[in-house]
């Protein structure tokens, strides 16, 4: 029974926690702890000539103000360019509080530190800080043609420039196979900028022991180990002196995994300081002016085809907007560039990128990471080859699939992990089948055609896109089985939602043959597992599902062998059912694995009954070898790592139906489908709860959310009143069918599923708009405002 | 010069509980700093994504847009007084069973909403659900889940009524 | 976002209310439901010294159905007035707006009268007491007048409630009999302040010809903008009207402006098209009623 864990839909074990009321995220801990606000720069681009405290000084409660100036050593340094790059020529990041230039609004100043929040904003409130303006460079177009920089020693505005080309067949590029293709288009495509946009913010605990020289940081992140490390480099601490821990985190979506956060360093520093806990929660507004955001490109594609509607050539130029720094390379624009060809063997490409500063907030990976542009790209392009030749737009794409006997296909690039893009399975054609009859696309038109003569407009769109999941370089797994049959199973990386406490406890039941209540699993704390790199990239079940496997497979396999022992029985014949170890086909040669862990520990105390067995004058073991023998370790317990050759590649379809008003040109999305293949599945239920969460995000980003910001770097939409993340009254019901080609790069065949839902979604609603309207979409997000003004434009 | 404190009464979760505080303090606050009741999630503090939905005198009310003093003497329930006991409520149980949560931070809000819903309306359509959670933000669910967890929810009460 | 300090003030009485605002004239500021007040408070985009909470004035939540027409007290909330079937059988124009004012929990709290005083050009409320002609009773230390709706919105966000004034009710104008109103808007999400919405009464005569053709423009000017098309609907039976000429003249009068969300010029289109569709909904309520 134990062993159909993988593979089920079983109720997540988080749940009765959160449910209650007895999650325990960021702000939840520390009640005494004081508490830290941050002064911001209101302006986008400005020098700072002084910073006055001294009207702040009387506000009562009011602990400590700290500015640039107060920084120590290695604080007062930029923070990490975490993801250097030979062509991030000129990467740039923030230091933790301003020096003598902001760069964006919501740029730290000054740090405040008070008995609570409100205090704190009192005392922020109070803070003078006097600044000579700069001209704001805004826009990636305008930066990249204005004389006006961002960094004074950055030109152009330029941080990066990357080019990657893949050449035909016959050895030609792609400019010479465009130039004699029979078709080409040229066409500008634009993606405006959105942000993860988590419901809790980011946040910040951290805990001086003076008695112990120790801190304990917990924060809402996305890889606590690596904040572990900037924490500990920044401070100048030991290592094993610095505790990360992330909590319950009220998700993340990318943002998270961006670190350190310049109050990452600087509240631990105070506590350390101040010898207090200091707790920093970031509130809403803070986190739309100083947490990351993403998306922003301008793309310009030309395309060379045949009849058929193959693509002999294409060729794309992208401006991307990366904001004021760099800390996390440019991660983005590779993924746009390397991901773009998609499901499809495009004779020959060539991607070229500038990545640009602006005087705006950064841009870090947010859900999809530079995945949705890529796929908005090659599914416009598709969908104006289509348009170009009169050809069914699905047709079109068939015509340029890889075929499932391709594989492992290598499409010539290289990937965001530094590591060749070398796809290892998928079947688009089947994906493509199963799509068109879930929404019936064949009979779509004469639907159309029925609304039509009711006066309605409806069209249909389709997206396909291929996501390499799951990059390393690692994750890695530790399982112990305790003398009580419990068994501990702990992972560096973190949760924001995505149920591992359950999926994970499902691969080590499975592997163990142990019940799944006897399984516990612990994420993000660096006190149990200190090697990991983070929950993003849809990384976590391919990494940490593989190394807990990994490291279960070598628990069991100590298990037998104590066991073989114990029972004078071979390894080979014994099986694990329900935690018991037996003999197979003979149920009474037993032994539970909560005996084998008290086997393996060879004692000198009994610390309860049970123990007694394993101690020194209880026999039964043998004089000839050492209690520990060699090569063998204490205790029922292993550790293992999945260090990936490379990525493994999810793929998937989307099609929609939307319906668009004829007078007021709003938009409502009719009908959502969604064909996905991550591999095996662990539990049907929580790639199910992925891909749902994915398109709401999607739609999102299809229909509503856009950062806007001014002329002069103000962000005019920072609230939840005027960011318009979608209601339940927005969100369309997503039908599903799963396809499952399994990966064959790691042992569960797995790949990753967490970003997928999100990633076509524009690409679709986009085509299914142009279906039902005729008017070519081309930047997306799309309001009504926005399709009235195409529609004006068009008549 | 310090602030005015308040002495204020709450009868959360079926408790008196007192507290002082300055006027300016928020419900949500009150309930998750004064009062040790984190259960409540703060995601806005300007009234939009309903993370601080909460019961007042039975009826879901944005926790951050009210001030813990206007509400003095007055009856709150908090995510942490749904259940019975160790007995998850109906609505706890169908937000599980349909994986009506994912990252829970707005879990808390949609269960005080969705409470406050059935009671009134034990049997809504599916028109009647979406304009119920209509004032909830969830980043992680898309919904979909929740819709499914409320129409169970009422088929649980149903079942057990 | 946290509130800036405030000397918190909670009368007990509406005496006690009038005195208190009159001793902290500009300085103060009435705390009814809060849900416009309070995200404001939290942005520290408003920062009165003192805070009147006139949450204990019970008397102040009443509703009453007058013969000419519904009083709303000022502690009434959005979903009581929403919900009360003689205020809908008075005045049905009052829920229809209602149930477009936001989501339900916020009108759970959220006050009628408050929505008034806000004035919000983008709110639904005010549009519904411009177009039904009511009035708000402001009350102060000595004294109470009625400014009527026409007079009682001054700009955005301004209104005529003055230092030391306290609105304690609205009164809105019962339904004419062989009148129908309709409100009609278009918002980005379901519950959003809407890009443009419109409010419309149509009466008829015994003959159900139009004798009144009138509308309240919401997010079309700094206050609801009127506009009667009595005239341009002729005297004749609702379906032989020219509702889209009636639509036009709406749209003429109509001054919106581009904001993030949309362009004026989309805005005013909408406002055709919703002007358009309200009449006729009005109409055919009219016919029914």
């Known amino acids: 029974m134990t062993t159909k864990l993988f593979g089920e839909p079983v109720q997540r074990r988080e749940d009765p926690r959160l449910l209650t009321g007895r999650g325990r995220y960021l702000d939840d ?271 310009f594609v030309r395309v060379g085809f045949d009849g058929g509607g193959r693509v002999l050539g294409l060729e794309v130029t992208i401006l991307h907007d990366h904001g004021a720094y760099t800390p996390y390379g440019i991660i983005v624009p590779i993924i746009t560039s390397t991901q773009l060809p998609g499901p499809y063997r495009i004779g020959s490409y060539r991607v070229e990128f500038s990545s640009i500063y602006t005087n705006t907030v950064q841009v870090t990976p947010y859900r999809g990471a530079g995945r949705p542009q890529a796929v908005f790209c090659m599914e416009r392009t598709m969908d104006r080859i289509a348009a170009h030749l009169g050809l069914d737009r699905t047709a079109v794409r068939a015509a340029n699939f890889i075929q499932p006997d391709e594989f492992p296909y290598d499409q010539g690039l290289i990937f965001q992990d530094g590591r060749p893009l070398i796809y290892d399975s998928g079947d688009y054609p089947e994906s493509l089948r199963m799509l068109k009859e879930l929404i019936g696309w064949d009979a779509f ?161 009994a610390f309860d009954e049970e123990a007694v067995r394993a101690t020194q004058f209880a026999g039964g073991s043998s004089f000839d070898r050492p209690p520990v023998e060699e090569g063998q370790e204490p205790g029922l317990e292993g550790r293992d790592y999945y260090s990936p050759i490379r990525s493994t590649f999810a793929s998937g379809m989307h099609a929609a139906i939307v319906e668009t008003d004829p007078l007021t040109a709003e938009i409502r999305i009719l009908r959502y489908a969604v064909v996905h293949d991550c591999g095996n599945l662990i539990n049907p239920m929580i790639v199910e709860g992925q891909i749902h969460g994915g398109v709401a995000q999607g739609v999102g980003g299809a229909l509503y959310e856009r950062m806007v910001y001014d002329s002069h770097g103000q962000l005019l939409n920072a609230s939840f009143m005027d960011f318009l993340m979608p209601y339940a009254t927005e969100v369309p019901r997503v039908e599903t069918a799963h396809l499952q080609t399994p990966s064959p790069l790691n042992p569960l065949g797995i790949k990753g599923a967490g970003e997928a839902g999100v990633i076509p979604v524009s690409a679709v609603i986009a085509s299914a708009i142009e279906d039902a309207e005729g008017i070519p979409i081309d930047r997306m997000p799309i309001s009504p405002s926005d399709l009235f003004g195409l529609r004006r434009a068009a008549s | 010069m310090p602030e005015q404190a308040h002495e204020i009464t709450l009868v959360v979760n079926g408790t008196l509980r007192r507290a002082e505080v300055p006027g300016r303090r928020l419900l949500s606050d009150c309930l998750r700093h004064d009062l040790g009741l984190t259960g409540t999630h703060v995601g806005c503090e300007h009234g939009v994504c309903g993370c601080c939905t909460v019961l007042l005198d039975g009826e879901p009310v944005r926790s951050c847009l009210t001030f813990a003093v206007t509400v003095d003497g007055r009856e709150i329930t908090t995510v942490e007084g749904l259940a019975d006991g160790e007995r998850m409520s109906p609505v706890q149980r169908a937000f599980a069973e349909c994986h009506g949560l994912q990252c829970g931070f707005c879990t808390p809000g949609f269960l005080c909403t969705v409470t406050a819903l059935l009671r009134e309306n034990p049997a809504p359509t599916e028109e009647e659900v979406l304009e119920g959670i209509s004032g909830n933000l969830c980043r992680c669910t898309g919904y979909q889940n929740i819709v499914k967890a409320v129409h169970r929810a009422a088929e649980i009460m149903a079942e057990e009524s | 976002m946290k509130p800036p300090p405030f000397t918190y003030h909670a009368p007990g009485s509406l005496g006690e209310a009038l005195d208190v605002l009159a001793g902290t004239g500009e300085d103060g500021k009435v705390l009814a439901g809060g849900q416009s007040l309070i995200p404001l408070l939290n942005m520290r985009l408003a920062a009165p010294a003192h805070l009147v909470d006139i949450n204990r004035l019970a008397g102040l939540a009443a509703v009453e159905v007058e013969p000419g027409g519904v009083r709303v007290g000022a502690l009434a909330r959005h979903a009581r007035v929403e919900r009360s079937e003689p205020v809908a059988a008075a005045q049905p124009l009052l829920r229809q707006a209602l149930r477009l004012v936001a989501h339900p929990v916020i009108r759970n709290r959220g006050t009628v009268v408050g929505s008034l005083v806000h004035a919000d050009p983008a709110a639904e409320l005010p549009a519904v007491l411009a177009l039904l002609g009511g009035s708000v009773r402001l009350a102060r230390r000595g004294g109470t007048r009625d400014v009527p709706a026409g007079e009682f919105f001054t700009g955005p966000l301004e209104s005529a409630a003055g230092p030391g004034e306290l609105a304690v009710s609205a009164f809105f104008p019962a339904l004419p009999p062989r009148s129908g109103t309709a409100f009609r808007e278009v918002a980005r999400r379901h519950g959003d302040y809407a890009l443009a919405g419109i409010a419309a009464l149509v009466g008829l005569d015994e003959d159900l010809r139009i004798t009144a053709a009138r509308v309240a423009c919401v997010s079309a000017g700094p206050v609801p903008v009127l506009a009667d098309v009595t005239g341009v609907c002729g005297h004749r039976p609702p379906a032989s009207a020219d509702w889209a000429a009636a639509a036009r003249a709406v749209q003429d009068r109509a001054e919106p402006e581009d904001d993030i969300h949309a362009t004026a010029a989309y805005r005013r289109h909408l406002i055709g098209v919703l002007a358009e569709r309200a009449l006729r909904d009005a109409a055919r309520e009219a016919l029914n009623a």
């Open chain 1, 29 to 299: 801990l520390g009640p005494d702890a004081l508490a830290a606000a941050f002064v911001r720069s209101p302006h986008a681009h400005a020098l700072i000539r002084d910073i006055d405290v001294s009207a702040a000084l009387d506000v009562d409660g009011l602990v400590a103000i700290y500015t640039w100036e107060d920084l120590p050593d290695r604080l007062a340094e930029p923070l990490p360019l975490l993801i250097p790059h030979p062509a991030l020529t000129h990467g740039r990041t923030a230091y933790p509080l301003a020096r003598e230039r902001v760069r964006h609004v919501g740029e730290p100043v000054v740090m405040v530190v008070a008995r609570d929040r409100y205090l704190a904003e009192d005392a922020c409130a109070l803070i003078r800080v006097d600044y000579e303006l700069l001209k704001p460079v805004v826009g990636v177009e305008e930066a990249a043609q204005s004389a006006q920089l961002v960094h004074d020693d950055v030109p152009g505005n330029v941080g990066a420039h990357l080019v990657q080309e893949v050449a035909s067949a016959d050895g030609r590029g792609a400019r010479e196979v465009i130039e004699s293709a029979p078709h080409t288009l040229a066409f500008r495509l634009d993606v405006e900028r959105s942000a993860s946009m988590p419901l809790e913010g980011r946040g910040v605990h951290a805990r001086w022991d003076a008695d112990d020289s120790s801190l304990r940081v917990y924060s809402s992140t996305q890889t606590s180990t690596s904040v572990r490390m900037a924490v500990a480099a920044k401070l100048g601490l030991p290592l094993p002196k610095v505790e990360v821990v992330a909590p319950d985190v009220g998700g993340g979506f990318g943002v998270k995994i961006m670190h350190p956060w310049p109050e990452e360093v600087l509240v631990p520093w105070a506590a350390m300081l101040l010898g207090r806990e200091v707790k920093w929660t970031e509130d809403r507004r803070e986190h739309f002016v100083s947490s990351a955001h993403e998306r922003a490109q301008v793309q």
């Open chain 1, 445 to 605: 038109p004469e639907a159309k055609a029925e609304a039509a003569r009711e006066g309605r407009r409806i069209g249909i769109g389709i997206g396909c896109y291929v996501e390499g999941t799951g990059v390393g370089p690692y994750e890695g797994g530790h399982v112990q089985i305790t003398s009580d049959g419990r068994v501990h199973v702990s992972t560096g990386l973190t949760s924001q939602g995505q149920g591992h406490e359950t999926s994970f406890a499902q691969i080590a039941a499975a592997e163990l043959g142990v019940p799944l209540e006897r399984v516990s699993v612990v994420t993000g704390d660096t006190r149990r597992f200190g090697y990991a790199v983070g929950t993003f990239a849809s990384r976590a079940a391919v990494m940490s599902g593989n190394a807990i496997a990994l490291a279960c497979r070598k628990v069991r396999e100590k298990a037998l062998r104590i066991a073989a022992d114990a029972l004078e029985a071979d390894p080979r014949d014994l099986e694990i059912t329900d935690g018991v170890v037996h003999v197979a086909g003979s149920p009474h040669a037993s032994v539970p694995l909560a005996t084998v862990a008290v086997l393996s520990n060879p004692l000198r105390y």
